[in-house]
């Protein structure tokens, strides 16, 4: 299973960024699916998650301004950034949670880097 993930960059404070992660490899299903990120001397966050059934949860921190979803094949995740702050700037990692060979495991992306400037 691999999961590729794109989309980050550098961006102004009020801007907004798209992060996708495609699945792709020896799949039955993909459960829920989750973005997190981690900061420079911080631990790693879950910003977002999305259930199967698509229940959404987000960080009090992102509420309001992020929106995470996904496709119609469930496997790449979507997270939508606006209003971006400086205190978004973080390596952002998606996380999902794939049934393979009947086994489920969670897998994490290799991290996009969003930088936001004041």
């Known amino acids: 299973v691999q999961l590729q993930a794109s989309g980050g960059g550098l961006v102004q404070a009020g801007g907004s960024l798209r992060l996708s992660c495609a699945a792709s490899?020896?799949?039955?299903?993909?459960?829920?699916m989750a973005w997190y990120r981690q900061a420079p001397g911080k631990q790693r966050e879950m910003v977002a998650g999305?259930?199967?059934?698509?229940?959404?949860d987000y960080s009090d921190s992102v509420e309001g301004r992020f929106t995470i979803s996904r496709d119609n094949a469930k496997t790449t995740v979507y997270l939508q950034m606006s209003s971006l702050m400086p205190e978004d700037t973080a390596v952002y990692y998606c996380?999902?949670?794939?049934?393979?060979?009947?086994?489920?495991?969670?897998?994490w992306g290799q991290g996009t880097q969003v930088t936001v400037s004041s």
């Open positions: 996380n999902v949670d794939v049934v393979a060979f009947g086994t489920s495991v969670r897998f």
């Open positions: 490899g020896s799949i039955e299903r993909i459960n829920s």
């Open positions: 999305i259930s199967t059934g698509g229940r959404t």
